[in-house]
């Protein structure tokens, strides 16, 4: 069940009815009405006449429509023949990079957003999206803090979402068959439409095992078109109802009828185990949608999701207060939590966590499942729950059954029995040495030290700027350093913690560190000082690990990590540079220089892929002119020996200042101060550790 339909129907706004003739525009119609299954059928015979012209705008047609029914492995495959056609516009690389990511594919995904970025500079998205990847990919050697199972009792070979618990049981939304209504059918989809079910657990209480036949919840809770999901207080009285309506404009707009699919929120009591009528919520609009309603344990908050003006994505999360028995107007729950793509389906658990889906934040691909809580009357930034929880496929819908670490997720994940699958889940059980470490979090801090110094005179510097990052709250504090270069500062046992050290006219340097738990001293230093180099004019940097295969110069996987140094360089000081590569002896002058030219090329080609612009970068090949040994012509050498000539350096060309693209300026920030990440450029602490998030 596409989550453009099931969650948001439909924050995509309008269908238009134009009469046309052949099947694309056939399609075409098919398709301002949302009914995609329909479209993809009269695609496809366009496809089969075999026409050129109608193949390439036939082509990209179906890509959008399996994007829109969410279905990405069957979307992936079409955008990748759209590009093999010639639909080169941007947006189809965009979307191309999405379906990747979504069925796991990070790296190539990675290579596709970097390209949408050259063509499409202006949308920040093809950067962050690129960066998401990086993140997926060492997100996945994490250790899996719960474990889950497919719901097979509770699902159908359709869509099966949102449960939430009710009396003794659960309620969910699904489009399986009905048998009363088995011939009205969603066009979006060629299913049902949603409707709510009950079930029970097999033994009372046990959420993770045996369940009994899910049965259609009857009454005023299922109308003739979508409903659900919906939420109950604590003590089951009250409910909040999702339903979809489709508006119908009786005026014309550039001689177009305009159909509108909405989301509103509905809410009923029940009194002596009847429910009463239910009531529109006083937010519905037909100008936007509301939906996605999750009640609070103590009943006086409604959160919900709405694509209203004024927010910071697609759709946000809001929220009202009630008192007195009347709502407050809407809030916005704000950027630490809503970000430019969708955030939905919130949940609060009943320590009063927040647990909500997102595909604006970083991510495995698609919806992921994240959870946050309010301190100090802040939210704190958003954690990703990680695998299993959290796939490259949608995961949404968290629920979890009394502060028992037992609950409820869903996906679209391949392995299930339908659409949309409802998932359990349990929490693993902590080590005895993770339960030492929250002990731990009770035990007064550690104080720790360290100095900053020139890494070639060895003098302090002081007055650097050094951000200490947590990486369990994900939280930077900022330090400088005193008269003599060196800071102090408490941290956490048991807590992983990455330092950066940097100065204007340095490289910086960081390291990753981990006070262990069972340590008894309350003063340590860091494991080794920081050491800065100093960026001078036509000094030389050799880049490590810059190797090419014998002949060749792409840029293979393990050069990468040293030109994204190289980046995070360029991006943090207002230097131009030569990027000069040189080979070995062995071969011809006219060839050793043609191939070195190639491969500095090569490499300034990344970098520019990176975000960095061409004009700070000169690409220079010195062939063998330069050796750093006595491996000339004719004397023999060892394969190392020659590897050392083989090298990529950086000389620093000159200092600039661009005011439209300014590099980061550390000593923006005070002594003391205490930051989020999001603060900081994109892989700000890149290559100090594997534990960096």
Known sequence: ????????????????????????????????????????????????????????????????????????????????????????????????????????????????????????????????????????????????????????????????????FYDKGIVFASDRKISTMENKKYGWTGNSFLHLFSAEPGYPDDFYNDFKEPKLVSGLLNQAYHDGPATFNKDNTEIFLNRTFVRKDKGKKEGKKIRTHLLKIFYAKRKDGKWGKLTPFFLNSDEYSVGHPALSPDGKTLYFVSDMKGGFGGTDIYYCTREGGKWSSATNLGEVINTFGNEMFPYIADNGDLYFASDGHAGFGGLDIFVTRQVDGKWTTPKNLGQPINSSFDDFGFAEYKDSGKGFICSNRPDGVGADDIYCFRRIQKSPLEQAKKIAETVPPVMVSGCVKDKTTLQPIPGAMVFLLDNESGKVLVIKTNATGCFKTPVKKGAHYVVKAMQTGYIADCLAFTIPITETKTELSIPRDLLLDKLSVNKKFKLENIYYDLDKWYIRKDAEPALNNLVRIMKENPITVELGSHTDCRASDEYNNRLSQRRAESAVRYIVLAGIDPVRLTAYGYGKTQLVNRCKDGVPCSEEEHQANRRTEFKVISYIEDKEKPTFNAEKFRDGEILDTRFLPEGFFYNCSPEVK
């Open 1 to 164: 069940m596409n989550k453009s339909i099931s969650f948001f129907i439909i924050f995509l706004g309008i269908s238009c009815v134009i009469p046309t003739f052949g099947q694309i525009n056939k399609a075409k119609k098919e398709m301002d009405f949302f009914n995609y299954s329909e479209a993809i059928a009269h695609l496809q015979q366009a496809i089969r006449k075999n026409d050129p012209k109608d193949i390439k705008e036939a082509t990209v047609l179906v890509a959008e429509c399996y994007r829109k029914q969410n279905d990405m492995m069957n979307a992936k495959s079409w955008y990748g023949r759209a590009l093999v056609t010639g639909n080169t516009d941007p947006m189809n690389f965009y979307y191309y990079g999405q379906a990747l990511r979504a069925t796991g594919e990070y790296e190539k995904a990675k290579t596709v957003f970097l390209h949408y970025d050259s063509l499409s500079p202006n949308d920040r998205r093809g950067k962050i999206y690129a960066a998401y990847c990086d993140s997926a990919i060492l997100w996945q050697t994490n250790p899996a803090e719960f474990e889950i199972k497919n719901a097979i009792a509770l699902n159908s070979k359709q869509s099966d979402f949102g449960p939430v």
